[in-house]
Each structure stands twice: as structure tokens, then as C-alpha cells.
């Protein structure tokens, strides 16, 4: 654990930042369930294109987009393992949380053409062939789930291992829709229901997108990480001995698994001395760190004699 003491009455107390984001510890299995989805929409690519299945074409294009998603994912874990610098202080962690903004607008454009689409061929006639197309629907629902295997758990700590699950998931719901359908086909003669797994398809992708936009967004925003109480940390802090106040409490996230907070902490003048101040900085950091799993905090320490020349900006 890292001190770091500033001049007069601002002292600060920090862990640095890890130099491995949440999607870099998940890296080779990112790798892993890219070259599954690159395998399988070359498959359902050709299915669908002798099959003139649209469904499975649109399950190839959003396999295709969750393939992209995962290249972006993975560039973007590599810039954000860069070093801080004078110019960017947190580094290039960011990154990652740009990627997965850029995902969730490719699934939303995805959804978007597919449902045009789809809407164009119920109201139209079109020849399907039905065993390439349950072929390659059979080929991507194994894969799909091959891939929730490799990808779950880790799915909990990354925005971007979060969206490729969400894809896969996606994928796997597609590839039974486009297996229902040909079996529909295959009983009934009623190829519209191509056209229906399409649609199912498309409107499926957009809550999911939509879910992975608002908390890109929240992260962005600089909102509070989700299973953070500021009360309770108010509590916390305020327990410590010695400390008589907190205020300008702020908490964020920087990206995937990489919380940081701050504080103003009103002490008593007695605690100001090197060996007082240096056991409610530990205090604290061990607090946050154990109870809110948050190891990057900075605490600027205040005497209650100077409290009322310091005006309250925040919680």
C-alpha cells in the first residue's frame, strides 16, 4: 500500500491503479470465443446463402458484429494496459468503455437492418431450403454455447466480457429461432416464418444493446459504481477514530472492476500530527478496501479548526 502525503492540511492516501484492466485478465478467452465466431459465421454465411434463409443471414451478420465487438474489445484491453502519463493520469483505461459504447451502436444497427429487412420479405414470397439452413443453425447453437462456457464468470467483471456474453447469448437465442423455423418450414410449407425468426432476432438485440449503452453511459457520467452506498460509506468513514466529518464524497469508475473514490475528512487538530494521521489513512483505506472492495481512494485530510473555511461542493 502506497502513501502519498501533500503539503499544509491536504494529505492524500492511494493505492495505485492495476495495470490490468477486468477485460485483460480475460484475454485468451475473449482470443478463444472470437475464433469460434469467426468459424461459425463463414458457416452460416454460406448456409444462409444457398439456404436464401434470411434468418440465418441475420444471425450470421450479428455473429458477425459480435465478432467485431470482440476484436474492438480486445484492442482495446491492449491500449488500455498502457502506461499513465503527465497527459493522462489514469492511462488508457478508458478504452475499453469506448469499445463497448461501440458495440452496443453495431447491435443497435444490426437490430435495425435486420427488422427492415425482415419486413420486406413478410410481405414478399421467397424460396427457402431447409437443410442447409437447420445445418447451419445446428453449427451455431453448439458454438454459442461453447462460448457461454468459456466466457461465464468472468462476464461479472468487465463492461466489454459483459457485452461479448450478451452476444452470445444473443446468438444462441437466434440459432434456436432459426431452428424453429425450419422445422416450422419443414412440417408446414410456411416459409414467412423465415422471415419471422428474423424479426424475432432483431427485436431480441436491442434491450441487450440498450442494457450495455445505459451502463456505458453511467460510466462515462462519472455515476456512482452500481453496489456502492455513499451512506454507507459516509458511515464507515465517520466511524474511524479521530474523524469528526466527510464531505465531498465522490465515487466513479474509471472502467471494468477499477472503482476510485475521494473525500475531504474532517479530523480532530490532535490527529494532525505524522503518526496520527498515518493510522486514519490506513484505517481508512483498509475500510474501503475490505468492505467496498474500492483500492484506489485518495483522503484529503482536514482540521476541524479550518472546517469552516471549506466550502461544501458535494455529498
Known sequence: MGHSHGPGDAHGHSHG???TTATGRHRRRLI???GIT???VVVQLVAGLISGSLALLADAGHMFSDAAGLAIALTAAWIAARPATDQRTFGYQRAEVLAALANALVLIVIAVLIFIEGIRRFQGEAEVQTTPMLTGAVIGAAA????LAILHGAHRESLNVRGAYLEVLGDLVGSIAVIVAG???VLTGWVQADAIASLAIAVFIVPRAWSLLRDVVDVLLEATPKGLSIERIREHVLSAPGVVDVHDIHAW????GVPVFSAHVVVEDSVLGAEGMDRVLDRLQDCLGEHFDTEHCTFQLEPAS?????P????
Open 183 to 185: 422445422v416450422v418450414i
Open 306 to 310: 479550518h472546517r469552516e473555511h471549506e
Open 17 to 19: 491503479l492495476s495495470g
Open 32 to 34: 478463444l470465443v472470437l
Open 253 to 256: 469508475t474509471i472502467t471494468s
Open 312 to 315: 461544501e461542493q458535494h455529498a
Open 38 to 40: 469467426l468459424s461459425v
Open 144 to 147: 454459442n454455447v461453447s462460448g
